[in-house]
Each structure stands twice: as C-alpha cells, then as structure tokens.
C-alpha cells in the first residue's frame, strides 16, 4: 500500500492553540489532499494542493509540500472546539491511472 | 453535502445474504467511487465509475461489484456478504479525475454482517 502516513496519530489541544499535522509519502506525487471527518460523517474536502505548489492557504487552514522531504503539513490556526474531527491526507501518485490514495488518519481534539 | 445520498444509512444482514447499496447524486458528475472505512486502515477504494455502464476495480474489489445504469445512480453489491465486509461504506463523487479535482463524500452506511 501507499497510504500517507500522517503524524501523530493523535493530538489533543486547547482552544486558540495552532494544530500542525504532517504527512509523510514514498514516491512522486501528482497532488495531495487533506479532508476533514466529523464523527459520523462523510468526508470533507480541505484543500488540494499540487506537487508544483508549496503552500496554499484557506482561511485558517495552511498546507505546505515539500516534495524534497516528500512531506506535507496541515496547519490550523486559532483552534476552535468546532475543528475537532479527524483530518486524512490523500494523495494521487503520478503514474496513469492512479487513484486517491487515503492515509489513517488524525485524530484532533480541541478542549474548549 | 454536494447532493449525495446514501441508502441505507444502517444495515445488519446475516453471512450469505446479498446486500445492495444505492448512491444517488444530484450533481450530475461523471465520477462516482466507492469506498470502505475501517479501523487501521483509513479509506480503500472498492470499485469506481467514470461513465455510464463504465466501471473499474479498485483496491479492495473482491466480494463486491457495482452498477451504473444512469449518472445519478451507483449500486454496490455484496453477493454473498461475509463477516469481514462489515464496514461503514462511503459514496463519492467528483466532475473531472482525482488528478484535478477533489472528492465530494456522502454521509456514509454502516452495515454490520453477523
């Protein structure tokens, strides 16, 4: 398998703090994704970011991508109770015919 | 939730049963995915279509097949359904590739086989 391997695999917070996690992949990629989960339900769509891009921003979200560290790092600023979900990084391998690949996931608890 | 809905919500079934679930978009995407959550193991891809009648394997394909009839409709089947295929099932859709374009999810369905 190829799945991002995300890190940690926990992390627990207080409210306002910053939320910083990693994702780490083995070969090229193509792009890379982070979703958030609610328990419950489905996955939602964060931000995509592409291997010729470093650095995206979305509000009070900030991914980075280091293609040389083969690494990317979702960054939450200002926590709220709110963000507390699991976060999943997926990316697409270069290669054709390759499909979202989705990591474990984060689990991101924010103490209010 | 980008017009996904995904039916049952919950299911339990006994080993051996078939068991059909139904995603229905409104989008009017090309793309639909099914995937498989389960502890450890994050999401895995069972079966895709990009069309129409036109479908493909995913990661995790053995024991199920699926069926698109019409762009709104996508049904996966269980054929004879096993105690390991106990999972929460997630719809997806998208209107380009995954190369361009991120995934919209349904809102899931548990289904426990005993």
């Known amino acids: 398998s190829q799945q991002g391997e995300e890190d940690p695999q926990a992390l627990s917070i207080q409210e306002g703090e910053n939320a910083t996690m990693n994702c780490s992949y083995k070969t090229s990629i193509n792009n890379l994704q982070w979703y958030r989960q609610n328990s419950g339900r489905g996955l939602v769509h964060l931000i995509l970011i592409r291997s010729n891009e470093r650095e995206k921003h979305s509000g009070r979200l900030r991914v980075t991508l280091d293609t040389s560290k083969k690494s990317s790092s979702l960054l939450i600023t200002a926590s709220r109770a709110a963000d507390t979900a699991s976060y999943f990084c997926a990316i697409i391998y270069t290669g054709a015919n390759s499909k979202l690949t989705f990591g474990k996931g984060i689990t991101l608890s924010v103490r209010p | 939730d980008a017009g996904i809905t995904q039916s049952p919500r919950h299911k339990v079934t006994e080993t051996g049963t078939p068991v059909t679930l139904r995603c229905h978009q409104t989008?009017?995407?090309?793309?639909m995915y099914w995937y498989r959550q389960d502890p450890g193991h994050g999401l895995r891809l069972i079966h895709y279509s990009y069309g129409v009648k036109d479908t493909d394997k995913g990661e995790v394909s053995d024991g199920y097949s699926v069926s698109r009839s019409k762009t709104e409709d996508f049904l996966l089947t269980l054929e004879s359904a096993t105690s390991s295929q106990t999972s929460v099932y997630f719809c997806?859709?998208?209107?380009?590739?995954?190369?361009?374009?991120?995934?919209?999810f349904g809102n899931g369905t548990r289904l426990t086989v005993t």
């Open positions: 997806a859709i998208s209107g380009v590739g995954q190369d361009y374009s991120p995934l919209h």
């Open positions: 989008e009017n995407h090309r793309y």
